[in-house]
């Protein structure tokens, strides 16, 4: 398309649907768009760091190296809508509209929620953190991980991480939030739907997403790239964050409290990916050995799932194991050394592969809240499309193809002992 066609079409776009962007129109659609396969890797692009888009603005300035060179000098929002009218060919109308929907949700919690402690929601990393566990990141060794960690059962490792003052922080930035939610009458969406008396927030939807963004990338992925090569641990690259709460009583329902307004969000209750399958096994079915009494037994959609508790004072709430599975084989066995119970201790983690199925016991007195960050790997998601026989992360798809070898070496030896005879 020529720059003429270009902003012909910018000057005949309607209103902007880009969710109350001032000053951008958005371009018809035009499925002749290209970009160039050769990047122009002397120019120097625009900053779209103010934009809020579905993109992450990133993209916008690395895909603008690729325009077609007439394009270069163009203005940004013709830039950006050449761009992004590209991108939006690769998203399904399903998604498009939930993140369209996600984004001006965000967007009125954004504008109108006071923070109560505004210093948590930027990184500080000595203030998070414990001295042991930053000395252990900056060191970024699988010595100076192990020296601090545990690996009770098989991939699975637990270590001291989070300051009390911080936990309690945040702890009080959640009351603070779900009590302003109540005053505003606002429906908030729920981190997910696995227990009836499960009650929590989502962190990214108030405002922590860039602080849980470098969370992730900056003490998160330096562990799983060592500990979770085969997850996509060293290509994390988007996360979902929230807060569980349990053993809260609250007389009134929150979020159910008779909407102002409703922003209904498909597919939030477990805020799946778009276009993904969430794993969710609410009923807690799993055959085999799994007699115990327990509630939500479920894999995370995550590759690489940190668990970290904030608090406060409590009895129960035990989280437990039942090993790694791929899909197909979601609901096999568990093996004895995959069985693994632990007790949450405020402040610290436990980081553990989203697949490795688990479930929590009851809370069953005071009140426990946990951090949890859902860590992505896009490359590991896209790799997985291609991959469908056999996962080595899988411990069954393990186990069968150990069992397919074994009886392959049986068979070649009677085939042997036969021809010898
Ligand atoms: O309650 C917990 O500590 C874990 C909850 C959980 O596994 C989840 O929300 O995915
Ligand atoms: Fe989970």
Not at 160 to 185: A, I, N, Y
Not at 301 to 317: D, H, I, P, R, Y
């Amino acid at each position: 398309m020529s720059s003429q066609n270009q902003n012909r079409s910018l000057e005949q776009a309607g209103p902007s649907g880009s969710g109350g962007q001032v000053g951008v129109r958005v371009v018809n659609w035009s499925g002749s768009d290209r970009l160039c396969i050769s990047p122009k890797r002397d120019h120097k692009p625009e900053n779209y760091d103010d934009l809020q888009f579905e993109f992450n603005p990133n993209i916008f300035a690395s895909l603008e190296h690729y325009l077609p060179p007439h394009m270069l000098n163009l203005s940004r929002d013709v830039k950006l809508h050449y761009i992004r009218n590209i991108l939006l060919r690769y998203l399904p109308e399903n998604d498009r509209i939930w993140i369209q929907k996600l984004r001006e949700y965000r967007l009125k919690i954004i504008l109108n929620y006071p923070p109560l402690h505004k210093e948590i929601f930027t990184m500080d990393a000595e203030s998070f953190f414990v001295p042991s566990f930053l000395r252990a990141i900056k060191e970024n060794t699988e010595a100076s991980f192990r020296s601090i960690m545990a690996e009770p059962c098989k991939g699975v490792y637990t270590f001291e991480m989070l300051q009390p003052q911080f936990c309690k922080k945040l702890m009080s930035e959640v009351d603070h939030f779900e009590r302003w939610v109540h005053g505003t009458k606002l429906r908030i969406m729920r981190p997910n739907a696995m227990n009836k008396n499960k009650h929590g927030v989502i962190l990214d939807d108030f405002a922590f997403e860039a602080m849980l963004d470098r969370f992730m990338c900056d003490f998160i992925q330096p562990i799983s790239r060592v500990f979770y090569p085969e997850l996509g641990g060293s290509s994390l690259d988007s996360h979902h964050g929230f807060v569980v709460e349990y053993g809260i009583n609250k007389d009134v329902e929150l979020g159910d409290a008779g909407s102002s307004i409703t922003i209904k969000v498909s597919g939030s209750q477990n805020r799946s990916r778009p276009g993904s399958n969430s794993n969710i096994n609410q009923s807690g079915q799993n055959k085999g050995n799994s007699s115990v009494a327990f509630s939500g037994l479920h894999e995370d959609e995550a590759e690489v799932t940190l668990n970290v508790c904030l608090g406060k004072e409590f009895s129960g709430g035990d989280l437990f194991f039942q090993g790694v599975r791929c899909d197909a084989h979601v609901t096999t066995n568990t093996q004895p050394e995959e069985a693994f119970n632990y007790s949450h201790v405020p402040g610290h983690a436990i980081l553990h592969p989203g697949r490795n199925r688990h479930g929590t016991r009851p809370t069953t007195s005071g009140n426990r809240m946990n951090l949890i960050l859902w860590c992505r790997s896009s490359a590991f998601i896209e790799l997985k499309r291609y991959q469908r026989d056999f996962y080595s992360w899988c411990a069954e798809c393990r186990r069968k193809k150990a069992e397919r070898v074994r009886l392959s070496v049986v068979a070649a030896k009677q085939e042997l002992l036969k021809s010898e005879i």
